[in-house]
């Protein structure tokens, strides 16, 4: 079995950041480097991470005009990450131009509803309390326009990969170790329920980089995906 586990380096440390990635490389799948990273320590952290291990996932979830996104990923994909992002919400142009755009290897995953949203929330916004009725909508959009992947939360999984059939990938965040009311991600499942669910990749941060051990939190992980 291969691994799944994308480890979200939120940690503002670049030091700690780097001695995380090569603590648990061999044992991750990947590293996801968002906007509190990439703003702390642009293109330079980037590289120093892609150069410990290539496979990175830039979610940078980009959301402009059609236009301005497609120059945008231009110079993204220069920097040949294995995902990067963008919001469905942008609309149909948005998602065609990135899904025409030359890619290289970099696939272009869509950004469904955020994980910190809540019914009330996405009715506010919205106008919709369902959020998986919601999600199912921007999964259709997002196969009709031909992206790479989604990214949802773990509780849409099922829908979504009924709505895109098992061709494109779907990375999901939204996982921790234990439920906890305290968690800041609403729509939250535990790794082995979202692989069970049909997700290809996990994205995992806090419980590793802030665990004392992250290379056995990251192993325990992965013996449970792979446990009956």
Same mark, same amino acid.
């Given at each position: 079995?291969?691994? /799944?586990?994308?480890?979200?380096?939120?940690?503002?440390?670049?030091?700690?950041?780097?001695?995380?990635?090569?603590?648990?490389?061999? @044992?991750?799948?990947?590293?996801?480097?968002?906007?509190?990273?990439?703003?702390?320590?642009?293109?330079?952290?980037? $590289? #120093?991470?892609?150069?410990?291990?290539?496979?990175?996932?830039?979610?940078? =979830?980009?959301?402009?005009?059609?236009?301005?996104?497609?120059?945008?990923? /231009?110079?993204?994909?220069?920097?040949?990450?294995?995902?990067?992002?963008?919001?469905?919400?942008?609309?149909?142009?948005?998602? !065609?131009?990135?899904?025409?755009? =030359?890619?290289?290897?970099? !696939?272009?995953?869509?950004?469904?509803?955020? *994980?910190?949203?809540?019914?009330?929330?996405?009715? =506010? &916004?919205?106008?919709? !309390?369902?959020?998986?009725?919601?999600?199912?909508?921007?999964?259709?959009?997002?196969?009709?326009? $031909?992206?790479?992947?989604?990214?949802?939360?773990?509780?849409?999984?099922?829908?979504?990969r009924k709505v895109v059939g098992n061709k494109m990938i779907l990375v999901v965040p939204g996982i921790r170790l234990e439920k906890?009311?305290?968690?800041?991600? #609403?729509?939250?499942? *535990?790794? !082995? @329920?979202?692989?069970?669910?049909?997700?290809? &990749?996990?994205?995992?941060?806090?419980?590793?980089?802030?665990? *004392?051990?992250?290379?056995?939190?990251? #192993?325990?992980?992965?013996?449970?995906?792979?446990?009956?």
């Amino acid at each position: 079995m291969t691994n /799944k586990v994308i480890i979200a380096l939120d940690n503002k440390n670049i030091k700690q950041i780097v001695s995380i990635v090569k603590e648990t490389k061999s @044992e991750a799948f990947g590293f996801k480097i968002g906007k509190e990273f990439f703003y702390n320590y642009g293109i330079e952290g980037y $590289k #120093k991470i892609y150069n410990l291990s290539p496979k990175i996932f830039l979610d940078l =979830k980009l959301h402009d005009i059609p236009n301005t996104v497609q120059k945008a990923l /231009k110079a993204l994909i220069k920097l040949k990450p294995l995902f990067t992002t963008i919001h469905i919400s942008g609309g149909d142009d948005m998602q !065609k131009v990135s899904s025409n755009i =030359k890619k290289n290897k970099t !696939k272009i995953l869509g950004v469904t509803i955020l *994980t910190s949203l809540s019914s009330q929330q996405t009715k =506010k &916004y919205y106008n919709d !309390k369902n959020i998986n009725q919601l999600v199912k909508k921007f999964a259709q959009n997002a196969k009709n326009n $031909k992206l790479d992947g989604i990214v949802c939360s773990p509780l849409e999984l099922k829908t979504v990969r009924k709505v895109v059939g098992n061709k494109m990938i779907l990375v999901v965040p939204g996982i921790r170790l234990e439920k906890n009311k305290k968690n800041d991600q #609403k729509r939250i499942l *535990t790794p !082995k @329920e979202a692989i069970n669910l049909g997700a290809n &990749y996990l994205v995992i941060g806090r419980p590793i980089v802030q665990s *004392t051990n992250p290379l056995k939190t990251l #192993k325990e992980i992965n013996k449970s995906l792979q446990s009956k």
